[in-house]
């Protein structure tokens, strides 16, 4: 199993940026896949979810209405829309893929409970956001 993120780079405050994380060694609608984020000195933390089996998504409040989820089964591929991009939204962004539960996790809101459940991770890509 691999995932590969990719798009991070600087932007300004404002801004927009997509990533992407290619997925390989599995099926895509049997996994929940999401959007880790972590800043210096800051824990890792929830950004988006995907059910990979019937496509809701899941946002925590601090980046609902700026960020949205998409997968491209057919590609094996995540998307990570990041629209209207603040300085604080600066981080190393990954991917992750774990069972469907933990879709439902995301819904509820337990992003942090969730964080060890994903058993597959990307190497991460940077996000800089400048003011």
């Known amino acids: 199993v691999q995932l590969v993120e990719s798009g991070g780079g600087l932007v300004q405050a404002g801004g927009s940026l997509r990533l992407a994380c290619a997925a390989s060694?599995?099926?895509?609608?049997?996994?929940?896949i999401a959007w880790f984020r972590q800043a210096p000195g800051k824990q890792r933390e929830g950004v988006s979810c995907?059910?990979?089996?019937?496509?809701?998504?899941y946002y925590p409040d601090s980046v609902k209405g700026r960020f949205t989820i998409s997968s491209d089964n057919a590609k094996n591929t995540v998307y990570l829309q990041m629209n209207s991009l603040k300085p604080e939204d600066t981080a190393v962004y990954y991917c992750?893929?774990?069972?469907?539960?933990?879709?439902?996790?995301?819904?509820?809101?337990?992003?942090?409970?969730?964080?060890?459940?994903?058993?597959?991770w990307g190497q991460g890509t940077q996000v800089t956001v400048s003011s």
């Open positions: 992750a893929a774990g069972g469907l539960y933990l879709a439902t996790l995301a819904a509820d809101g337990l992003w942090k409970e969730s964080l060890l459940e994903y058993e597959y």
């Open positions: 060694g599995f099926t895509f609608d049997e996994y929940a």
């Open positions: 995907i059910s990979g089996s019937d496509g809701s998504t």
